[in-house]
């Protein structure tokens, strides 16, 4: 398998240390119900998965959900997200997290993503993360100023290199008025302290006095615990670049002195109608939204394969048509395959190929468009994708076949009465009928 490494901005030969691969997601912060934006990066990675199960690896996966300490500012400014979320509406942040993780992993399913091995919800990783600070500080890495402990980033040497940060520039481009006790720029809160009158529910104590942990610390001691480093492939978005994962590689060399991930991927953005998705333009689809305009999840995940997961993709009502023509066609076809098998040409290769390719499912769709394929290769492309094409088109039943061979004879005998009535009577049971010279073939409507 090719795939893209941020780490080294290379396409490499991936091949894991053992024969268990090893692959951590950065997961949602579970303070708002997603955008179909945010379930972009999970359906890429969910093909990542199946790509390397059809090649005959082993998995395993972890995914985080953030329920604490990710600031609105994804920096060390303004409020926790899951604070905010829950004074604007006058519930806790423990049910903040509650509902809206339930709704994650519920459209997750919908979206037929594989489970993850492990679901870890960074609050169960309180103690692992106190440690984690421990170990950074006695490591000498860490610096503490009135509102937390902060990682100094002039002692990790490497600190610019995965993002290509310019530090200097982004030293004489620091806003006036930055956290005045930091010593660089790019330090960043490991732990942040509780101040006198704030409201921060989740807390905990350490140091003396109450606090909580930041953002990035969670993803290194969860997979610290879970997975061990150097883990195979990290995930994300490509948000993640310049502080979330620099943040987290940091941290787990500050700690644990090692080398977090071989392989980083990052996914690009969404665009609705050419805009940025967000609430003040009025585009922030749900799936649910979409469900509730006649598309189903499979539809949406049919336009997320349809295109590659790097580089911007542009969504509109009109190309998701097409993403879910597309995939009734596929049904089509396999609808046909219950009628009249078509033999294998041994072109799923082909389609693997495209995909083991750096996941390259655009192109394997346009092979899948152009090719011969039996019943056992589209049972394969379903494995490969996810999109519920064999179990969404089971073959008929005896007693459809025999109402679809009553109306051949009633049509033969031009008994169109007949005919019509039993072709109502498959339509009223989704089941629509399109006539060949050999008879009628059946799909589903
Ligand atoms: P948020 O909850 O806004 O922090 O978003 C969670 C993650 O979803 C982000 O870190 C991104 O990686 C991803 N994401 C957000 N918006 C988009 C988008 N428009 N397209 C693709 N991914 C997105
Ligand atoms: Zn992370």
Not at 119 to 143: C, K, N, Q
Not at 400 to 418: G, Q, S, T
Not at 428 to 436: F, H, M
Request: proline content about 3%; some cysteine.
């Amino acid at each position: 398998m090719k795939l893209y490494n941020t780490l080294t901005r290379k396409l490499e030969n991936f091949k894991p240390v053992s024969d268990e691969v090893k692959i951590y997601t950065c997961g949602p912060t579970v303070y708002n119900t997603p955008h179909i934006g945010n379930y972009a990066a999970y359906a890429y990675w969910d093909l990542l998965v199946r790509c390397l199960l059809a090649n005959g690896y082993k998995v395993k996966r972890v995914l985080n959900l953030t329920d604490v300490g990710h600031l609105t500012s994804d920096g060390d400014e303004g409020e926790d997200k899951l604070e905010k979320s829950a004074r604007l509406t006058g519930k806790t942040p423990f049910e903040i997290a509650e509902y809206y993780s339930k709704i994650y992993l519920d459209d997750y399913a919908k979206l037929e993503f594989l489970p993850a091995d492990v679901v870890a919800r960074a609050t169960d990783y309180i103690s692992e993360d106190i440690e984690a600070v421990d170990l950074m500080r006695e490591h000498g890495y860490t610096y503490e100023t009135r509102d937390g402990v902060y990682f100094d980033t002039s002692k990790f040497l490497e600190y610019a290199d995965f993002a290509r940060l310019d530090l200097a520039g982004l030293k004489a481009g620091a806003r006036v008025g930055f956290s005045s006790e930091k010593k660089n720029v790019s330090d960043f809160a490991v732990w942040k302290f509780i101040q006198p009158g704030e409201n921060h529910a989740m807390r905990w104590d350490y140091l003396g006095r109450p606090g909580y942990p930041g953002w990035h610390l969670e993803c290194a001691t969860i997979i610290h615990k879970e997975l061990g480093e150097p883990i195979d492939i990290h995930t994300g978005g490509i948000d993640h670049i310049p502080i979330h994962h620099t943040n987290e590689i940091a941290e787990t060399y500050a700690a644990y002195g090692t080398k977090l991930a071989r392989f980083w991927l990052h996914c690009d953005f969404i665009t609705i109608d050419g805009q940025k998705i967000s609430k003040s333009l009025g585009n922030t689809y749900t799936l649910s939204d979409l469900e509730s305009r006649g598309f189903s999840p499979m539809d949406y995940k049919m336009w997320l394969l349809s295109g590659h997961y790097q580089g911007t993709r542009n969504f509109t009502f009109e190309s998701l048509e097409a993403a879910k023509n597309r995939r009734a066609n596929w049904r089509e076809r396999i609808a046909l395959c219950h009628q009249k098998p078509v033999e294998s040409e041994g072109n799923f290769v082909k389609i693997l190929e495209a995909v083991s390719n750096n996941l390259n499912s655009a192109e394997a769709c346009a092979i899948i468009d152009n090719c011969a394929l039996s019943l056992d290769d589209w049972r394969k492309i379903d494995e490969l994708f996810g999109l519920r094409l064999i179990s969404d088109t089971p073959d008929v039943s005896d007693e459809i076949y025999n109402l679809i061979h009553e109306r051949d004879v009633a049509r033969a005998n031009k008994d169109f009465a007949m005919s019509d009535k039993i072709r109502d009577e498959l339509l009223k049971q989704g089941i629509a009928l399109s006539d060949t010279p050999d008879g009628a073939v059946w799909y589903y409507n």
